[in-house]
């Protein structure tokens, strides 16, 4: 391949803080606002004009997992309960006590954007929007900076302890930590997929909507769409007057720009076709609109860190505990199709309908799981333990979010944003006990922050 050297450069040092965050999801603003309550002079980075990471640049709105598996005993409260009481007050989440018997958290993502400005405000956190991490300066083991690019160009920020909730683990990548990318056998990670809104038809009662979502499953049974469902009628999120959709579905690497330019064109075609359809053939959608796709695209998984333990698929399902457990997740092992296969596949399991068509599935079938192995078990949970939040080669690094350390399989369970929530609380704290003692977030005593996040409202 063809190169180019870039010249060397000094950079200015626009901030020196504890704790750096990168990264203003689930996983991170969560982390920004346990750190800097709990004292540390903490810099959120993002680089979108808005917090939320998927909850808002995703459109994804049903907060999943803050109960026990088929059960209405909350298992994530503090900074979650937190953001949905203030989500509550403003008209978009019900309140907490409500979403209890529900399937998730569903909130207006515009309502999430306004209480996470002020809760990071609040606690005296240093944002800086509009920035994106591009690299990682390294000081033998130790993370020394991390380069941001802006408007302004190219700066650096340095700090003590640095969390990565970028997701993608872009932090530990650039580090040079190791970190692992999907299954073990191909490296594929989970199916990309959009969040989309429908709006502008006639109201419809239970039977008709039934009816209409049999009359698009027979044309994905006909391959005229390429879908995992048919839910376009589904109001996954606070308010009714649209409809929220999770139904495409794009088998790609989340980590190549290419891969991710290929699955924003297919998601934003396949949601046009279904509308182009509705619009010409049924009865009371002549006017439907797409009034939003998500702003991006959403990577289900990409890298994980590499920690001294990997949460695993086995300790989703048998809702193992752990004496390190800094949060609690409830969601199963919910594969998309790495390929990317759509309807009639909606897991990546034994039962996948492809089968022996699928040549992943026919040779490495013994890493699948039939249906029933996939669930924790009822009314219980599985721990996060403090051990996955940290790498194994860079002492000052911990992850919150999606890219903990975990397996294929565990982080299957693990991905979704009540569970991320309560891991970017613990690392944010984590952060801060160890800047307040003056070690690393691997020499601090886990029970000291256990008792932290009890204080905090936390649940572990
Ligand atoms: C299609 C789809 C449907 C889903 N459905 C659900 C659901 O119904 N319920 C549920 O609870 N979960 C669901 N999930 C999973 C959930 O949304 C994510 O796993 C969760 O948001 C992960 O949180 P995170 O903070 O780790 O990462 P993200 O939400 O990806 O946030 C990462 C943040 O870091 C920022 N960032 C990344 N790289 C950089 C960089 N280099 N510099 C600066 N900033 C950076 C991003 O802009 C983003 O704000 C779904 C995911 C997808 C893709």
């Keep these: 391949m063809l190169t180019i050297t870039e010249p060397e450069r000094q950079l200015p040092v626009i901030a020196e803080v504890d704790v750096v965050v990168c990264g203003g999801g689930p996983g991170g603003f969560s982390a920004a606002i346990a750190s800097a309550r709990r004292g540390a002079k903490t810099l959120l980075i993002e680089r979108y004009g808005f917090l939320g990471g998927l909850a808002t640049a995703g459109l994804v709105v049903p ?65 800086m929007l509009h ?11 130790h993370i ?35 970190i692992t990318h999907g299954r073990d056998f191909d490296g594929r990670g989970e199916a990309m997929g959009s969040f989309f809104h429908l709006a502008g038809f006639e109201p419809l009662d239970e039977e008709r909507a039934q009816e209409l979502r049999q009359q698009i499953e027979h044309e994905m049974e006909d391959g005229r769409f390429h879908f995992y469902n048919a839910g376009f009628l589904s ?10 959709a999770n139904m495409t579905r794009f088998g790609g690497d989340a980590d190549l720009a290419a891969d991710l330019t290929q699955a924003e064109f297919s998601v934003r075609r396949d949601v046009w076709d279904l509308v182009r359809y509705l619009r010409a053939s049924v009865k009371g959608f ?118 903990i350390s975990a397996t294929h399989e565990g982080m299957a369970g693990s991905r979704v944003m009540g569970t991320c929530i309560a891991i970017g609380q613990a690392a944010g704290t984590a952060a801060a006990l160890a800047v307040q003692k003056g070690c690393h977030p691997t020499e601090i005593d886990v029970q000291v922050l256990r008792q932290m996040l009890r204080e905090d409202g936390q649940l572990v």
């Design 144 to 178: 020394q900076a991390v380069i941001i690019e802006t408007k302004s160009g190219r700066q650096a920020v340095t700090g003590k302890v640095f969390i990565d909730a970028t997701g993608d683990a872009d932090v530990a990548y650039r580090s040079g930590a190791p």
């Design 286 to 403: 002549e006017d439907c609109y797409v009034q939003q796709t998500s702003p991006q695209v959403g990577p289900r998984e990409s890298r994980q860190i590499v920690g001294p333990y990997a949460l695993t698929g086995d300790d989703v399902h048998d809702g193992a505990k752990h004496e390190d457990a800094i949060a609690r997740g409830s969601w199963w092992i919910d594969i998309h199709c790495p390929l990317g296969h759509a309807y009639p596949v909606h897991l990546c399991t034994v039962e996948c309908p492809k089968g022996a068509d699928c040549d992943y599935w026919s040779s490495h079938h013994e890493s699948m799981r039939s249906r029933n192995e996939l669930y924790p078990p009822s009314g219980d949970w599985y721990d996060i333990p403090y051990r996955s939040l940290l790498s194994v080669s860079v002492p000052n690094l911990l992850a919150a979010g999606r890219c």
């Design 235 to 244: 109001t996954n999120s606070h308010h009714t007057d649209h409809t929220a």
């Design 63 to 127: 907060i999943l997992a803050h109960t026990a598996h088929e059960s209405e005993t909350p298992i994530v409260e503090g900074i979650l309960r937190e953001l949905t009481e203030r989500m509550h007050a403003i008209g978009g989440a019900p309140a907490w006590e409500q979403t209890l018997p529900q399937w998730g958290i569903r909130f207006d993502a515009e309502a999430l954007k306004i209480v996470l400005d002020e809760m990071v405000q609040e606690a005296g956190v240093q944002v």
């Design 131 to 141: 920035t994106t991490i591009t690299d990682v300066i390294r000081n033998n083991h």
